[in-house]
């Protein structure tokens, strides 16, 4: 198997952590260290692992009709891995940009 470093991308995210008293749309972005044949199998590694990752810490408010995306930014296959334990990087989160309208 190859090792791979996938960065993750996730849009209209409307997340209510623990601390938040109020959910607020946000955006993401998280590495993932995927071993996989290929980059294309990495890459859906990646994104299975951080969907399991929001279900289980149960952030996620948005409605079926307004649902959040998540994308791969980057994949590149990596000689070794940096120094972690996890398979994933902790998020980095983003205020979203209010949409004009």
Excluded at 9 to 23: R, S, T, V, Y
Aim: aromatic share 8%; glycine share 4%.
């Amino acid at each position: 198997m190859k090792k791979f470093a996938v960065i993750v991308h996730g849009q209209n995210f409307l997340i209510q952590d623990q601390e938040d008293k109020f959910a607020a749309l946000r955006e993401f972005y998280i590495h993932a260290y995927p071993e996989a044949e290929t980059a294309e199998a990495a890459g859906a590694l990646a994104l299975e692992l951080v969907r399991e990752l929001m279900q289980t810490r149960k952030m996620v408010r948005n409605t079926p009709e307004n649902a959040p995306t998540l994308l791969i930014d980057e994949c590149a296959e990596v000689a070794e891995w940096p120094d972690c334990t996890r398979p994933l990087s902790g998020f980095v989160f983003i205020e979203a940009a209010k949409k004009k309208g």
